[in-house]
């Protein structure tokens, strides 16, 4: 069954029943492999007979795939496998930048089936306008065989993180404050949902940096579908996402990490931090902004209204300013701390410090920072690295995040309550 029918129905409470589903799909979701029905009933302790169930359930749902055996897997009647759906319900993430504005749809087996920028100077911009292009670049990522069921949008900035008032209501998330754009508490979901019709699920808004992070620790990427078959979708002049695309598919799943800092230079500087393969928020989802760290005490003034801090020495116009050494000195001492702080074994540069030309720079002198900052690093070296989404991680992290929402739940999907 195709996705768009599927209505996840009010909060419930969970069933037995809810769980094993969950609990199922989950193991086909981690498998490296089909699995078969009776390789499922063993490693959960079901009856063949309930893991068939349910198994048929997530099937009839479009949320699993079966998959033919290989050729003479075994003597006898060979078992069909089953897999994450790489067609029906999929998760579509955008982005408004201060300079590109991005969209991409990630499956439910977690892969990019399609990404796509648009380059221009957000600032100043009428809201409404930004979105209804958003809207369009959200056209322009369409797979055939995939639907939306639910929207992310991932800002360069503060979002306060959705309060339930009313039980049973929906939260509406509001962004609170994004400096580098001139937004201040600006409620968008209304205005998307009009231009965006028909996700069952929420539109989700978080920071840039903690979405892009999450496709760090996440998102995998489909070589064949994106680089050759001509998904990566290109606005005029951008060559990043193609190039990561090429870069991820070389380095593939290996280069995934379950505890790093992502650290995410634009006009501003943001930082998401991943521990156990999940988003650190803080207490009201504001964790990250290592952008406003000082790192000269009385220097230049920075948007958010202090002195000195880290955007204003490695931002991006501060970088064209000062060069990438006086960046990557600031950059490594604000890092140095958080590695500190957190106990974190490796980071990753991202947004324009992930471009080859600046991470060439970058990631050589970061590193060379931590090591003389870092306590631990004379034992455990602290590993640097690029992006392996460049200017795509936000909207990626963001279709992420919604497939996730599926993974978690699947009862919701098949309506088995
Ligand atoms: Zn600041």
Not at 84 to 95: F, I
Not at 205 to 227: R, S
Not at 267 to 278: D, F, P, Q, T
Request: with cysteine; net charge negative; hydrophobic share 50%.
């Amino acid at each position: 069954m195709p996705s768009a029918d599927h209505r996840p129905p009010p909060a419930r409470q969970g069933t037995i029943r809810e769980t094993n589903l969950a609990l199922l799909y989950r193991l086909i979701l981690d498998a490296p492999a089909p699995v078969s029905r009776a390789a499922l009933a063993a490693a959960t302790g079901m009856t063949r007979a309930t893991a068939s169930t349910l198994a048929d359930a997530l099937l009839a749902a479009g949320l699993a795939a079966a998959v033919a055996p290989p050729p003479a897997a075994s003597a006898g009647r060979p078992a069909a496998g089953l897999v994450a759906a790489r067609t029906g319900p999929a998760g579509l993430g955008l982005e408004v930048n201060v300079d590109y504005l991005a969209a991409c749809v990630v499956d439910l087996s977690g892969t990019v089936r399609a990404t796509a920028t648009r380059h221009a100077d957000q600032r100043g911009r009428e809201v409404g306008a930004v979105l209804a292009e958003l809207a369009d670049l959200a056209r322009e990522v369409a797979v055939p065989g995939l639907t939306p069921v639910g929207t992310a949008l991932a800002v360069p900035g503060l979002v306060q993180d959705p309060v339930v008032a009313v039980p049973g209501a929906v939260p509406i998330p509001t962004i609170q404050r994004a400096p580098n754009l001139g937004w201040q508490d600006v409620e968008v979901t209304d205005e998307l949902r009009k231009l965006l019709p028909g996700t069952p699920l929420p539109l989700a808004i978080g920071n840039e940096a903690d979405f892009a992070a999450l496709a760090e620790a996440h998102a995998e990427t489909a070589p064949v579908l994106c680089a050759s078959a001509g998904l990566v979708n290109e606005g005029p002049g951008n060559t990043g996402v193609a190039a990561a695309v090429d870069r991820s598919a070389q380095e593939g799943a290996a280069t995934q990490t379950a505890d790093f800092l992502y650290v995410s230079g634009e006009i501003g500087v943001g930082a998401g931090i991943v521990l156990g393969g999940e988003v650190f928020r803080g207490a009201r989802g504001w964790a990250g902004e290592i952008g406003h760290v000082t790192v000269e005490p009385g220097g230049v003034l920075c948007r958010c209204g202090a002195r000195g801090c880290l955007e204003t020495v490695a931002g991006l116009e501060a970088l064209r300013r000062s060069g990438a050494a006086v960046a990557a000195a600031a950059l490594g001492r604000a890092i140095a701390a958080a590695v500190n702080l957190f106990d974190l074994p490796a980071v990753v540069l991202g947004g324009v410090y992930a471009r080859p030309d600046l991470a060439a720079e970058l990631v050589p002198r970061v590193a060379a920072a931590l090591a003389e900052h870092v306590v631990s690093a004379a034992w455990a070296p602290v590993t640097v690295r690029a992006s392996r989404w460049g200017e795509a991680a936000a909207a990626v992290g963001a279709a992420t995040a919604v497939v996730r929402q599926v993974h978690a739940d699947p009862a919701a999907w098949v309506g088995i309550s």
